[in-house]
């Protein structure tokens, strides 16, 4: 009870995000290493492939520690063996800190890396170097409680107003993983396999559906292997093939009315082979480990407080701003993009493609207010057997341009993006022996949000009204509307309600308009 009458602020939580901070760094991978006594000298580099991975961040004083490793396999040419490719495999391991602001000091961040560039060097036949940049990108991310007053509870000539507000609510922030498992048995026209050489696995045309506490994936995994033969005629056997998986992940919060931000990783594989029935080495026994970042948001329209007072007594409210995220897009656009690749005079002729991956580089992000345009580049390696008997195997390395403007309704310049880019679809074709044509479905994975500030009512000062101010003004005012009123304000300002002045002057609802004229009865001369 506050001057003599009660008023209650009832209020709600209402759940709201921001992004607190993020920070990026490059780090330079660089070592050394020997080729293991049980292999051949090096004669020349064929390719290089590398994984990262990350085992351990830690938050602590206002940094951010990170350790990992480089895990990286190199196909080489050897000149002194009967199997002329051979493969060295091996790791970099990393320690960093990142200085991340006061305000994000213990919170727990979301860290995402990118292997940039990798490339090897020959020392000499029996040492090469590794050398790699990898980027890392951290963002602190706060979910907090909001409370707001929602309505007030008091007497009847207490008035209040209320807005409704859109609220992107984060219902589902979780990491978890799925297993695929799979047997693959070569076809009978491949050799038994004596060692794998050179694996890739991808991920194609991933789909999820959100269903009551959980939700469905699906997709496609390219697998390609190159490996040592038993077969005397190819001592050097490739095979591709496609395995499809699906399944159902628990997700306690989720329903299909909400709008989902769920990433793929492989975060692990491991690629054994088994004996057949037989006994010979033919079945590529396969696990994957794909790990999934899970965002799941929930649109919400609560309404809130705009507003209180009274007749009777002088009512302030105590306002405070709300800054909070809200989503304006989310969507998966893909696109078609073909292009060309030469073969450079210093590489062997084509005689056949083995493997083709490529991988999405983004270099700039161009906002405006209807689009974003992006920019980058689809970074390709292609792996050939060439006309060359000297270099059966070769390597080809190709960057294919584009520049793409995804449409995006209602960006502000304040708003915060991010796109999580993917090859869906990837064919290669041999025009000649020169030239190789790319086919690639792109998918640009777009977030958008806004950045809202609202002012909220977060308490009530009720104090008596200043008598002598009410008594100057006069009971009866004849008033014009200006430009920019409301009923609400009026009635606040003359101490009377909204459904006073329009039983008064006859209004059916409570619009009015600049130049209107109203009769406006203080409402408090009662109470005096």
Not at 128 to 147: Q, R
Not at 219 to 224: C, D
Not at 464 to 481: A, C, N, T, W
Request: overall charge negative.
């Amino acid at each position: 009870i506050q001057g003599g009458i009660l008023v209650e602020l009832i209020k709600k939580n209402i759940h709201m995000n921001k992004l607190k901070c993020k920070s990026a760094l490059q780090l330079t991978l660089d070592d050394d290493f020997n080729v293991p006594d049980i292999k051949p000298d090096i004669d020349r580099i064929i390719t290089q492939q590398g994984d990262i991975k990350i085992s351990e961040i830690k938050a602590m004083n206002n940094k951010l520690l990170i350790k990992g490793e480089l895990g990286f396999n190199v196909l080489y040419f050897s000149e002194e063996d009967a199997r002329p490719i051979h493969n060295i495999s091996g790791a970099i391991p990393f320690d960093e800190i990142i200085n991340m602001e006061l305000t994000c000091a213990d919170d727990d961040p979301i860290v995402k890396w990118e292997l940039e560039d990798l490339s090897t060097g020959l020392i000499n036949s029996r040492k090469l170097s590794v050398k790699s940049i990898v980027s890392l990108n951290v963002a602190v991310e706060e979910l907090y409680d909001e409370e707001t007053g929602v309505m007030v509870e008091g007497p009847e000539d207490v008035q209040y107003i209320s807005k409704r507000i859109e609220i992107t609510d984060i219902s589902v922030d979780k990491k978890d993983t799925f297993r695929v498992k799979d047997e693959i048995i070569l076809p009978t026209n491949k050799g038994n396999v004596i060692s794998i050489l050179y694996d890739a696995i991808r991920l194609n045309s991933m789909e999820v559906r959100l269903l009551e506490d959980k939700f469905t994936i699906k997709g496609e995994m390219p697998v390609f292997i190159l490996y040592s033969s038993e077969s005397e005629e190819s001592p050097i056997e490739y095979y591709e093939t496609e395995i499809s998986f699906g399944g159902t992940v628990d997700c306690n919060g989720c329903n299909e009315n909400m709008v989902e931000d769920i990433t793929f990783r492989i975060l692990n594989k491991n690629i054994e082979i088994k004996p057949d029935m037989d006994g010979e080495e033919r079945v590529v026994d396969l696990e994957v480990i794909l790990e999934m970042m899970i965002k799941v948001y929930d649109i919400q329209e609560p309404e809130i407080l705009c507003d209180v007072y009274s007749p009777c007594k002088e009512i302030t409210p105590i306002l405070r701003d709300a800054v909070y995220e809200n989503l304006v897009v989310k969507n998966n656009s893909k696109y078609r993009i073909a292009d060309r690749i030469q073969v450079p005079d210093n590489q062997p002729k084509i005689l056949q493609i083995c493997y083709s991956d490529g991988v999405i580089k983004i270099d700039d992000i161009i906002p405006s207010e209807t689009e974003l345009l992006v920019e980058g580049i689809i970074d390709m390696n292609i792996l050939y057997i060439s006309e060359d008997d000297l270099r059966p195997l070769s390597s080809l390395k190709g960057a294919i341009p584009f520049s793409q403007a995804i449409e995006v309704k209602g960006m502000k310049s304040n708003s915060s993006y991010e796109i999580k880019p993917s090859v869906d679809q990837l064919s290669v074709m041999m025009l000649d022996s020169d030239e190789i044509e790319v086919k690639a479905v792109m998918n640009l994975n777009t977030i958008v949000f806004d950045k809202i500030t609202e002012s909220i009512i977060t308490d009530l000062e009720v104090a008596e009204l200043d008598l002598e101010k009410l008594q100057s003004m006069p009971g009866i005012v004849g008033y014009v509307v200006k430009k920019d009123d409301s009923l609400w304000n009026i009635a606040k300002k003359y101490y009377t309600s909204v459904d006073t002045i329009m039983e008064i002057n006859d209004l059916e609802n409570d619009d009015i308009k600049e130049g209107d004229k109203l009769i406006i009865m203080k409402k408090v001369d009662s109470a005096i």
